[in-house]
């Protein structure tokens, strides 16, 4: 499982990556499982997340959530849509559990 990865995409993460990979092409690079932010996930602590984000505090306040009551994953990988603002990354920062993945 720890070669295989779960990838967690918002919703306007989901328009742009949609818009640019196939499902084919995100397999392909070790993904098992597409996911949406928002929704009630199941957790998989073998396997790694990579997070696509909107740069915006809800969208981190999910992540964050993810590792709160013990950790879903076993490791958090985060990618933004665009440049993350203090407010966000002030958030991050203060969450060591999302810190420390």
């Known amino acids: 499982c720890a070669d ?3 990838c ?5 993460a ?3 990556v949609s818009s640019v990979v196939s499902m084919f ?3 392909d690079e070790r993904v098992t499982l ?3 932010l928002e929704k009630k996930r199941q957790p998989f602590p073998k396997m790694d997340a990579i ?3 909107s740069s915006s505090t809800s969208s981190v306040e999910c992540v964050i959530s993810d590792f ?6 076993a490791g958090a ?16 920062r203060k969450s060591p559990q999302i810190v420390t993945r």
């Open 14 to 16: 989901t328009r742009v």
């Open 25 to 27: 092409d995100v397999v």
């Open 51 to 53: 997070y696509f984000l």
């Open 68 to 73: 709160k009551s013990g950790a879903n994953y």
């Open 4 to 6: 295989y990865m779960v």
């Open 34 to 36: 597409v996911e949406s």
């Open 77 to 92: 990988h985060l990618f933004f849509l665009s440049e993350v603002g203090p407010d966000v990354m002030q958030l991050i």
């Open 8 to 12: 967690i995409l918002s919703k306007d």
